[in-house]
């Protein structure tokens, strides 16, 4: 194998920090998507939850760790954030399977950015083989100069 | 790319068209009838062509008209597939305007491909609100050298590799480039632009990190100006546009370095947030091209439809991977025939 240079090094080094900053952005990615997915899960269960209740009470959390039971005047009328800033009035079970929807649109975006952060990873484990044979060349360089 | 809201539309498209063709039949059973003498006596669509027209164009050209009740509820879905998309509101109401106008009174001749008509109305709705684009070589040619190009925007979107594809992609067109190093104030992020300058063989103009961006990107334009070089491409630090030192910041650097082009630069995935915030960049620093990175994670196209439109400014390359060659020219043809299909 030809001997790495002081500079190569530093190249290399470069490159996983730049490697090992792209994948932490994408893993934020990932986690916002979970994030999203779990609420419209959450949401679903309750608008649902909510229809087959005789009583529509449920349970509403005013923050602080505080709640308080909360009746549910019109369950079957939910207000829809559908995107662009845009909310828009659909009848229970409209609002779940647009809800149901977005979810799998989150699931195939996760999907993606998975897919590309492995790639990253791939391309990052390439560099540190790459790095540490450097290391052990100029280790072994310095013991024969010793 | 946009693979999402390609599908709704295409979805749409076949609705719109297989609305106007259920349409026809009736239509042509009233003829029939109307040849027989029974003529019915009043109209029933209060907007566009009356159904008397309607018959009298059937009987004497061979031909049917389109009208606002064969299409309604199409263009309720058309509607929710762009909000749904993240199409900005604005821009939504246009592209249905412009549908309406566009196929309402319509003559069709019979025989005539419904779909063809629905593709013209939709692709010339959507070419009206993405603009014509914006070609930075022609801008370039155009222009006294070096040409000064200034990239602005908030922080993590992709700037400083945006730089460096545009860089990539100028040295390939035959211009010659220094890159500025113009964000001083990230850490790390001068070595990040000299690696990039280092790997597509770019010479780039760095301070150390702290120094005044205007005085790194003077020595940039001083540089390109003594070798004659074609282009500057000044990286800046991200910041929002709250933040007023920063943004005084920037508007000393424009005073300094004179840029020919401002380049908004912000991620389609922020979707409308993107939009939005192109709109605020613009009002307080201004910007006169745009660029949108990460697109090839975007299936929604929300922020690609949206933002000529939005903030009159042309949208001028899309991000599309992690390469240097992942960039594309934003040319609005072809990506309405993306979206739509070629003409059928």
Redesign the interface.
Same mark, same amino acid.
């Given at each position: 194998m030809q001997q790495m240079d002081q500079r190569e090094l530093m190249?290399l080094q470069?490159?996983m920090?730049?490697y090992g900053?792209?994948a932490e =952005?994408f893993v934020g990615?990932l986690e916002m998507l979970e994030n999203g997915r779990m609420e419209a899960l959450a949401a679903i269960e309750s608008l649902e939850a909510m229809l087959s209740a005789d009583d529509a009470v449920v349970l509403l959390q005013i923050g602080g760790g505080a709640s308080v039971r909360a009746k549910v005047l019109e369950p079957d009328k939910i207000l829809l954030s =559908?995107?662009?800033?845009?909310v828009v009035e659909r009848p229970n079970k409209e609002a779940v399977e647009?809800l149901k929807e977005r979810i799998m649109?989150m699931e195939?975006?996760q999907k993606?950015?998975a897919e590309?952060l492995d790639?990253?990873r791939s391309q990052m484990n390439e560099i540190n083989k790459r790095l540490e044979s450097g290391y052990q060349q100029a280790s072994a360089a310095g013991q024969d100069q010793e | 790319m946009f693979g999402g809201l390609k599908e709704k539309l295409q979805a749409v498209r076949d609705r719109l068209g297989s609305s106007i063709q259920a349409s026809a039949a009736p239509q042509a059973t009233a003829a029939a009838e109307t040849v027989a003498g029974t003529a019915p006596k009043k109209t029933i669509s209060p907007a566009g062509p009356t159904f008397s027209e309607k018959v009298k164009v059937l009987i004497t050209d061979r031909e049917l008209i389109v009208s606002e009740k064969d299409i309604s509820d199409a263009l309720s879905e058309l509607e929710m597939t762009l909000l749904t998309s993240d199409v900005a509101l604005p821009v939504t109401d246009a592209i249905i305007a412009h549908v309406r106008a566009n196929l309402i009174g319509k003559h069709r001749k019979i025989g005539q491909s419904v779909d063809a008509l629905v593709v013209g109305a939709l692709k010339s709705a959507l070419l009206e609100v993405l603009g014509t684009g914006f070609s930075l070589v022609e801008f370039i040619k155009a222009h006294d050298r070096p040409v000064k190009i200034l990239f602005t925007g908030v922080n993590g979107t992709g700037k400083t590799t945006t730089v460096a594809k545009i860089g990539a992609y100028l040295k390939k067109q035959g211009f010659s480039v220094v890159i500025g190093a113009g964000d001083t104030y990230r850490a790390g992020a001068t070595e990040q632009i000299s690696v990039h300058a280092e790997r597509i063989g770019i010479k780039i103009i760095q301070h150390q990190e702290g120094a005044d961006p205007s005085a790194v990107l003077f020595d940039s334009v001083q540089y390109a100006v003594s070798h004659k070089l074609d282009v500057v491409l000044a990286d800046t630090a991200g910041r929002f546009h709250t933040k007023s030192n920063l943004m005084n910041q920037l508007e000393k650097i424009r005073r300094v370095m004179k840029p020919d082009l401002v380049v908004y630069v912000d991620e389609a995935v922020a979707g409308n947030d993107a939009v939005i915030r192109a709109a605020e960049f613009d009002r307080t620093v201004g910007a006169d091209a745009i660029v949108l990175t990460k697109a090839d994670m975007d299936s929604r196209g929300g922020a690609a439809i949206s933002i000529a439109h939005t903030i009159g400014k042309p949208l001028m390359f899309l991000g599309t991977g992690q390469r240097y060659e992942d960039i594309i020219p934003f040319e609005p043809a072809k990506v309405v025939d993306e979206l739509l299909g070629s003409d059928s």
């Open positions: 190249t470069h490159y920090k730049e900053q792209q =952005i990615q =559908i995107g662009a800033e845009v647009f649109e195939a975006s993606k950015v590309t790639r990253l | -």
